[in-house]
Structures are given as C-alpha cells and as structure tokens.
C-alpha cells in the first residue's frame, strides 16, 4: 500500500499522544493530548480511512461529497439565448414589427426561431433561443413602440443582452473538481449541465451508545435519576455535521451492560461508535476496559481542554478499513466539547470534507482560564465581539442552548479585547452545507 502523507502525519502524532492499551487496570502513564494537538489527530484519523462512493439521483446528493470531478457534458447555455425580456432586432433601426406572439422559452415545434431579416423586431422572452441573425436584444424598457415600427430609446450594441451559447462553460470544461461539497447551488450547477445523477462519498454512519442507569428518558427527576439530556440531543447535532446516525441505543452501568457495550464496538457497522460516559476511572465506568479488551488503539486518551478533559479517541482495526470510538464524557457540556473536539474533525475526514476554516474574534470582557488548560466557553457571536455567556458547568446546557459558538480560552484566561478562536456550532455555520 502507498503511504501518503496523511499517514506520515498520522504517525507524528500518534508517537505522541496514543498508545496499545495493554492488560486490564487503569489508563496508567498516558498525558492528556494539547486541544489542538488531539482535533489535528481527529482530523487525520479519518484521512486514512479508505474512501467509499455511490451513485445518487440528484435530490439525495445534497450534503455529500462528489469523488469524481464535475465535467460539463455540454456547452452551457446550449444555444444563443435571450438576457431579458424584450426586443431581438437585425440591423439598425428602426426595425418593423414580426406579427405574431413572438419567441418564448422553449422554443418552437422545430427547435429554433424563425431567421430575423434585415430591419426586422421580434418579441422575445428571458431564456428563449435568440434567432438567427439578431444583431442584440433591446430591453422591453429600452424600446417604444409606434404602429408597427420598434423604437430604441437609447444606443444599441452588437449583441447586448445575448446569452451567446458556451458563455459558461464549453463541452468538456471541469466544473467543480472531486472534493467538493454537494451544496444547493452544486445542484443546481448540475442539473444546469445536464446531471439525473452525481457519484459522491455516502455519508459516515454513526452509532451512538448512551451508558449509564440513573437515566429517565421522560419526566421530572427524582430518587437520584436524572433525565437523559444527551440523547436528544446527540442525533440531531451528528446528522447536522454531515453523518447519518444509525441507531440509538441506551446500555447499563452492570455486567450485562459492558458486554454489550463491547458486542456493540466491535460488531457495529457504523463508521463511528460514539459512547457518553464511562470515560473515567470509576467503578463501573466501562469504556477503557472494553476497549482494552477489543483490542482498540487510543488515538487520543484525555485531553487537555475544561470541560471534557476524560473524552477519547479509538480505532479498533486497521486504519484503512477500521472503525473509530469516541468516547464522550457522561456531563452534557463537556460531551459538546468533545463533539467539536474530536467527533466534528474525524467526521469531516471521513466525509472527504475540508474542515472548518479557523477564525478569531475579540472576546468583551475578561475570561478566566484554567491553570494548565484548555477552556471552551459558550459565546454569543455580536457585530463586533464574542461575549461570553454565564451557565458554563460541566453539567450544564443552558449557556450553549444560548450561544452561536465555543471559544477557545487558553490556560489563565483571556483579556477583554484579545481574539480568541471560535468553533461556531453546526445550526450557526449553515450545518452540512458549508
């Protein structure tokens, strides 16, 4: 197998944030990974991943990423054709008014307008076949009419207002290279050139297991159970980064509980297993045992970064044809923090997308940091500033129920006025088609 540079990058990072769990007991001598270190190793993971395509009618390409180049299969527009509503004209006027309805889009029964002579004005609608010999097409609001004499009412020039065939494009012409996002405008650009069908890379498949035994999926809390926050949040917050989820599942704190939690990674058919809590070192938090046992390499095993600092990133099987876990911390917060840390990168990758470009804004207000880490801040996105919001716990929703973005707060905080880098959340950014 050729190595590509993705992979030479890969084993980079991998030297220094992943190891081969070895027997059961503890993550003992692993480091948290740098925030930034574990999103680049995210985002290469899924670069390794052997890539995948499918044929799709048009409608059901929205949102994937084509895997051959776009080409136009033929010139585009197809013939001469009409900027406006209004006159098409031969020669100089005046011009003598053609009876008739004139020429529509669509064009007649034998496909092309009648030839223009010399002197002559014919109706013409936006988008119709100019006929043969127009010398330009005069606006509707540009002409007067006077008996059966056209009128220009200011200067006219050879071919204003004409569409001329291959203005676009020619036949053969690339129109958008493999790689690129499947966007509303991509289909319409395709259907303009004559695509029933675009070959793109099927969306990753993702499965998430929610663990725990003090969940309750309907209802007020009570007697120490509390309400499954993660669930409904999980599918639609996946599927709006590009990824299709497959299932759902809720699983156990017990035995039983971890033996299907290992059933589930190693004989699911997804692309990415996501798990929520579990990621610690408690006595029944199952997922680095389980993972011991599938015999699962840590890409990433802690990160740096408040909240989420326990999430983690596996791949059990090779990394060509393997499959990935991401491990998200059981506190809700701190699961969207490793959703945008490690989840959002790997999914793009396996997608074929480019990821998010980076950006900074000036935060008002001072922002306390963590000694050592990481912070990742709900925010509200202003004209001018990024200002953070209250409600930031671990365990909290209500901040980022509120906010457009994360801001990224380097160890001891920031000044009011310094620019921080943002992560705009999928619904702000325009979700899987940007």
Known sequence: MTRTDADGDLDEALALVSRTPAAEGGAGGHRATAWQRARETAALAGTTVRSRSHRLPLADALGEVLTTSLDALGDL???DTSAMDGWAVAGPGPWAIRPGEGVLAGGTADGAPAPL???????????ARVPADTTAVIRSEHARESGSQLYATRRVGTGQD???RGQECRSGDPLLPAGSLV??????LAAAAGYDELVTRPRPRVEILVLGDELLTEGLPH???IRDALSPMLDPWITRIGAEVVSTRRLGDDPAGAEALFQAVTGSTADLVVTTGGTASGPVDHVHPVLRRAGAELLVDGVAVRPGHPMLLARIGDRTDGRHVVGLPGNPLAAVSGLLTLAEPLLRSLAGRRQRPRYAVPVEGDVPGHPYDTRLVPVLLTDEHAVPLRYNGPAMLRGVAASDALAVVPPHGARSGQE????DLP????GCFT
């Open 427 to 430: 619904w702000v950014a325009g």
């Open 183 to 188: 966007t509303p405008a991509v289909l319409g």
């Open 117 to 127: 002579g010399d002197g002559e004005a014919v109706r013409i609608a936006t988008g």
């Open 162 to 164: 004409i569409r001329p």
């Open 77 to 79: 527009p197809p013939f």
């Open 223 to 225: 007697d120490g159970l």
């Open 420 to 423: 921080l880098e943002v992560l």
